[in-house]
């Protein structure tokens, strides 16, 4: 089966050699030339662990190919996978410009029969005015088919994700167009993946209520931690316990400074303003998007509990992207703490293993300095801040940490220390939630 797969970010990329892996014929189709560059020399232009092996490895082997011609890709495809970004728009609504050109696109290079599958998380109705947009470019007489396939990969686990899905969504207009995806799909069928195959709009809402759903529970066991902060009760032990209840289940109740990241804000954003436009109020995920606008504050709020007023204090900062093994910044809860800390006139010492152009782009301020590990950025520090969880900062020796400080505020903004064995070195440590 040849696939041509349009947009080449997370989603597109993993997608891509995720089904050359699954031994199709891949054609990666990107208008950036320089990122369409780097991936013919096998280079991923971001972190995600083991992309680039992949990647290096079907390129070599000609099952993955990138180009910035679309319609060379789609006149040689059977299927077309639309995996481009829809970004928010200042009114929360996502931007759809990305989707409607490649739509153009495909239906001036239309020869013969063509599945155009949505991967894009986009609102309810786009797929089907994606298939109105290029029917009434071709005549109504268009060879296509729309489906929507959401992807649920997560950054950092996200070739995993692909490989063993909880679930494929597949929504459809017809019998047709779910016989090739289940075709395509067919070696994740053999592994017994749960399939749910529906309509298009059902398709659509799916991703966006899951999304959303998460991030509910977040801003909800975060709202508990913060209770839990005032009532000195162990947010990880009532975690613990919901967790135990199978309807609830025990994922994604790890309290922190908020979510950030490329979908959760966004799609919870885009789902407030798909209820305004059927005129239906969808209070909890408005209050949870409003709950994690203000939960990175228990940072600052910490930070003046060990060290008085921050103006002129030195903060260092663990972590920089949304969470560990991504170099996204996108929404990340690290750089609005640093965006925060910076306005109340501190000095910040940051670091991150993996991001750091990107960072110094936005935390564009004298008051700034980036530096090359975790000891050094902690030199001379009134106060260290854990912002992003990486492995790197859970194992480190905390006592040289201590000692390279001018203070002794330990601020574990991800619940990842032992309290007693930090408490042990002289530090005066501040979680989320915990006693
Ligand atoms: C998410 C969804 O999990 C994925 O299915 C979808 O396709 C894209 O959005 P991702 O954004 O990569 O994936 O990261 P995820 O691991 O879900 O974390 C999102 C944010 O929530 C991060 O900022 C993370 O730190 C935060 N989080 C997650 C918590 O604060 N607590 C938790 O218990 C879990």
């Given at each position: ?153 997560r950054e950092g686990s996200a070739l995993e994700d692909f490989m063993r899905p ?244 330990l601020v574990d903004s991800r619940n990842v220390y032992d309290i007693e064995m ?14």
């Amino acid at each position: 089966m040849k696939l041509a797969i349009v947009g080449t970010g997370y989603v597109g990329l993993v997608t891509g050699s995720g089904f050359a892996d699954l031994g199709m014929e891949v054609t990666c189709v990107d208008i950036d030339e320089g990122r369409v560059r780097q991936l013919q020399s096998g280079q991923v232009p971001f972190f995600e662990p083991g992309l680039q092996d992949l990647v290096k490895r079907y390129v070599a082997r000609g099952r993955l190919r990138f180009t910035r011609d679309l319609g060379s890709a789609v006149r040689n495809a059977q299927v077309v996978f639309i995996t481009v970004g829809t970004p928010s728009l200042p009114d929360g609504n996502p931007d759809l410009s990305q989707i409607e050109s490649v739509g153009k696109e495909i239906a001036e290079n239309l020869d013969s029969f063509k599945l155009i599958v949505m991967k894009s998380t986009a609102p309810v109705g786009t797929a089907r005015r994606l298939g109105a947009l290029i029917r009434s470019q071709r005549g109504p007489a268009a060879d296509i088919e729309v489906a929507v396939n959401p992807e649920f990969l997560r950054e950092g686990s996200a070739l995993e994700d692909f490989m063993r899905p909880n679930r494929v969504i597949i929504g459809t207009e017809t019998e047709r167009g779910a016989r090739i995806l289940k075709e395509i799909y067919r070696p994740l069928y053999l592994i017994e993946t749960p399939f749910v195959f529906t309509t298009l709009e059902t398709a659509e809402l799916i991703k966006y209520a899951a999304n959303s759903f998460l991030a509910v529970k977040i801003s909800y066991i975060n709202e508990i931690a913060n209770l839990c902060d005032a009532l000195n009760i162990d947010v990880h032990i009532v975690a613990k316990a919901l967790g135990m209840d199978r309807r609830i289940g025990p994922k994604f109740l790890h309290p922190g400074p908020g979510f950030g990241g490329s979908c959760f804000p966004k799609d919870c954003r885009a789902l407030v303003q798909m209820g305004r436009q059927a005129n239906v109020e969808l209070s909890l995920v408005d209050t949870a998007l409003r709950v994690n606008a203000r939960q990175h504050q228990v940072v600052l709020y910490k930070l003046r509990q060990g060290l008085g007023a921050l103006e002129g204090k030195t903060i260092a900062v663990w972590g920089l992207s949304f969470k560990p093994n991504t170099n996204d910044i996108r929404e990340s809860t690290a750089i609005v703490i640093c965006q925060a800390l910076l306005k109340e006139g501190c000095r910040l010492r940051a670091y991150d293993p993996e991001v750091c152009a990107e960072a110094q782009a936005v935390l564009n301020s004298e008051r700034v300095c980036f530096c090359r590990g975790p000891l050094e950025t902690a030199e001379a520090a009134d106060a260290v801040v854990l912002a992003t969880e990486w492995n790197e900062f859970r194992n480190l020796d905390l006592a040289e940490v201590k000692r390279a400080m001018r203070g002794d505020v330990l601020v574990d903004s991800r619940n990842v220390y032992d309290i007693e064995m930090v408490k042990s070195l002289g530090f005066r440590y501040f979680g989320v939630g915990r006693r």
